[in-house]
């Protein structure tokens, strides 16, 4: 199983992103995924989660500027950023859980995890 991240990058704050996480040795529409951030100094934070039956969660942080999808024929997550703050700033993660986790934004139900994409904005 494997997860790569691409489209993170740096931005003016008010700016928009759109993150990409190809998922290859499964098929993603058996499994929740979610993706994470982890700024400097800081725990893991779940921004959003997709479960396996579609439904969406959010952390308050970023609820109405942040956008998770899936195309399961691409087998692609993706996390289209609106918005942006300074303190979105942060490594970007997605992940898979299998099935509709209790807390999706909660790092335990994740078991694989991609090596991250750099958002920068200032």
């Known amino acids: 199983v494997q997860l790569v991240e691409s489209g993170g990058g740096s931005v003016r704050a008010g700016g928009s992103l759109r993150l990409s996480c190809v998922v290859s040795g499964y098929t993603s529409s058996s499994y929740c995924m979610g993706w994470f951030r982890q700024a400097p100094g800081k725990e893991h934070e779940g921004v959003a989660a997709?479960?396996?039956?579609?439904?969406?969660t959010y952390a308050a942080s970023i609820k109405g500027r942040f956008l998770i999808s899936k195309d399961n024929a691409k087998n692609t997550l993706y996390l289209q950023m609106h918005s942006l703050k300074p303190e979105d700033t942060a490594m970007y993660y997605c992940?898979?859980?299998?099935?509709?986790?209790?807390?999706?934004?909660?790092?335990?139900?994740?078991?694989?995890w991609g090596q991250g994409t750099q958002v920068t904005v200032s």
């Open positions: 997709l479960d396996n039956l579609g439904q969406e």
């Open positions: 992940a898979t859980a299998i099935g509709r986790p209790l807390t999706p934004l909660n790092t335990h139900p994740y078991t694989y």
